[in-house]
């Protein structure tokens, strides 16, 4: 088989060789596969076809987690998260790249079960395209309260309960979906669409309305025992994914802050203003410029945790980096889509301009993986214990220092 491209990729590539392989391959693809009809697919809610991510296989995108041993690119997460970063930029379709990281992602989770039969019948599959999977975590309860239950029973799981929220469910064929057992522990559990007693309902949103977001049901769903993907801790596995997700999730965002930051540039200057462009405006310039320290800022915070994450110098279970990368993004994206939408007026809340529908877009990453209220919650009580524990060693030091 000849070198895919995307292969050429190392795990040590730089931002500017990704950008540049980006600007080639990546936007290609895209042209071709995502972005024709895109707007278009995003107002009628249609989800993104699925020959897009068969097409994305076959460039090494969809598998590029993967290990090449079971059908993979063999890529490291952290140019993964830079690719996602230009496909902000680039692609049309902001479901796109939200639904490709989870598709990518999933098979991963599978694979470290180690399950022989299952690597055959869903890793292997899913590396060639065929099969595509999600995560089916949020519950209508608190984090980690889960209403959905899974029993034993004999050599199989029964399972049952409502899953709210699924990125890309209306195109998986499987979930991963996490449940709490007869002991109160946490379940990771590999449902099949095909299994009985598994249904699914579109679930409508503000943004990405192609991203195919799904509402899992299941009643009395049997699984083999060989489907159980938990570990020794099920909470630990349900915390390292949700810790690496988050960073993904925002990833995108960066590059979208540029795209909406150069939409906003082309506009204004062709807006003629007492003879001049409002691009020579010093108020609107002040605007555009606290708009570009906001892109800048997040993309070095990103970069930052990417980079701790290829060095494998971040805690898998919950690390305080990779949640205040995604708070800080979220929010100055957030930011720089409404700044935006202030300096090109009615276009920019219309169809006219793109910054309508990559605002709703960036807005979903409040809620998604970790609401950013919990994150302010979880980041406070981090730096207090830090706070307290230097506390600690300081009043030990004088105390060695007095003796």
């Given at each position: 088989?000849?070198?895919?491209?995307?292969?050429?990729?190392?795990?040590?590539?730089?931002?500017?060789?990704?950008?540049?392989?980006?600007?080639?391959?990546?936007?290609?693809?895209?042209?071709?596969?995502?972005?024709?009809?895109?707007?278009?697919?995003?107002?009628?809610?249609?989800?993104?076809?699925?020959?897009?991510?068969?097409?994305?296989?076959?460039?090494?995108?969809?598998?590029?987690?993967?290990?090449?041993?079971?059908?993979?690119?063999?890529?490291?997460?952290?140019?993964?998260?830079?690719?996602?970063?230009?496909?902000?930029?680039?692609?049309?379709?902001?479901?796109?790249?939200?639904?490709?990281?989870?598709?990518?992602?999933?098979?991963?989770?599978?694979?470290?079960?180690?399950?022989?039969?299952?690597?055959?019948?869903?890793?292997?599959?899913?590396?060639?395209?065929?099969?595509?999977?999600?995560?089916?975590?949020?519950?209508?309860?608190?984090?980690?309260?889960?209403?959905?239950?899974?029993?034993?029973?004999?050599?199989?799981?029964?399972?049952?309960?409502?899953?709210?929220?699924?990125?890309?469910?209306?195109?998986?064929?499987?979930?991963?979906?996490?449940?709490?057992?007869?002991?109160?522990?946490?379940?990771?559990?590999?449902?099949?669409?095909?299994?009985?007693?598994?249904?699914?309902?579109?679930?409508?949103?503000?943004?990405?309305?192609?991203?195919?977001?799904?509402?899992?049901?299941?009643?009395?769903?049997?699984?083999?025992?060989?489907?159980?993907?938990?570990?020794?801790?099920?909470?630990?596995?349900?915390?390292?994914?949700?810790?690496?997700?988050?960073?993904?999730?925002?990833?995108?965002?960066?590059?979208?802050?540029?795209?909406?930051?150069?939409?906003?540039?082309?506009?204004?200057?062709?807006?003629?203003?007492e003879g001049r462009p409002l691009t020579q405006s010093p108020a609107v310039q002040g605007r555009l410029g606290r708009m570009y320290a906001q892109y800048l800022t997040s993309r070095v915070v990103l970069h930052d945790a990417l980079e701790r994450m290829g060095r494998g110098e971040v805690n898998p279970v919950y690390d305080p980096v990779i949640s205040a990368a995604k708070y800080v993004v979220t929010e100055n994206a957030v930011e720089v889509g409404e700044r935006a939408i202030r300096l090109t007026g009615?276009?920019?809340?219309?169809?006219?301009?793109?910054?309508?529908?990559?605002?709703?877009?960036?807005?979903?990453?409040?809620?998604?993986?970790?609401?950013?209220?919990?994150?302010?919650?979880?980041?406070?009580?981090?730096?207090?214990?830090?706070?307290?524990?230097?506390?600690?060693?300081?009043?030990?030091?004088?105390?060695?220092?007095?003796?």
């Amino acid at each position: 088989m000849p070198e895919l491209p995307i292969a050429r990729l190392a795990a040590d590539a730089t931002p500017d060789e990704v950008s540049a392989y980006a600007a080639d391959e990546l936007a290609r693809f895209l042209d071709s596969e995502v972005n024709p009809g895109a707007p278009e697919r995003e107002e009628d809610r249609e989800v993104v076809p699925r020959a897009a991510f068969a097409a994305a296989t076959r460039i090494g995108l969809l598998n590029y987690l993967l290990p090449t041993d079971v059908g993979g690119t063999g890529g490291s997460r952290r140019v993964f998260g830079l690719l996602l970063e230009q496909m902000g930029t680039l692609c049309d379709d902001m479901a796109f790249p939200f639904m490709l990281s989870m598709y990518a992602d999933i098979p991963t989770v599978v694979l470290a079960a180690g399950q022989p039969a299952l690597v055959d019948r869903y890793v292997k599959p899913m590396a060639a395209g065929e099969v595509l999977g999600t995560f089916a975590f949020t519950d209508y309860g608190d984090a980690f309260e889960f209403r959905t239950r899974a029993e034993r029973k004999g050599d199989r799981w029964v399972v049952s309960g409502v899953k709210c929220l699924q990125t890309g469910g209306a195109l998986a064929d499987v979930f991963v979906t996490y449940a709490r057992d007869e002991h109160d522990d946490i379940r990771v559990l590999l449902v099949d669409r095909a299994d009985a007693g598994v249904s699914t309902v579109p679930v409508t949103t503000l943004g990405i309305r192609s991203g195919g977001l799904t509402q899992l049901a299941l009643d009395g769903v049997e699984l083999p025992a060989e489907r159980d993907l938990s570990g020794p801790d099920g909470l630990a596995d349900a915390q390292m994914f949700l810790n690496s997700r988050r960073l993904f999730q925002v990833c995108p965002l960066v590059g979208a802050m540029r795209r909406m930051i150069e939409v906003s540039v082309r506009h204004l200057d062709g807006v003629i203003r007492e003879g001049r462009p409002l691009t020579q405006s010093p108020a609107v310039q002040g605007r555009l410029g606290r708009m570009y320290a906001q892109y800048l800022t997040s993309r070095v915070v990103l970069h930052d945790a990417l980079e701790r994450m290829g060095r494998g110098e971040v805690n898998p279970v919950y690390d305080p980096v990779i949640s205040a990368a995604k708070y800080v993004v979220t929010e100055n994206a957030v930011e720089v889509g409404e700044r935006a939408i202030r300096l090109t007026g009615w276009r920019g809340y219309t169809t006219v301009l793109p910054l309508e529908r990559m605002h709703r877009a960036v807005i979903a990453s409040i809620t998604g993986q970790t609401a950013q209220d919990i994150l302010e919650i979880n980041l406070g009580v981090i730096a207090m214990a830090r706070l307290a524990l230097a506390d600690q060693v300081e009043r030990a030091d004088q105390s060695r220092r007095t003796r």
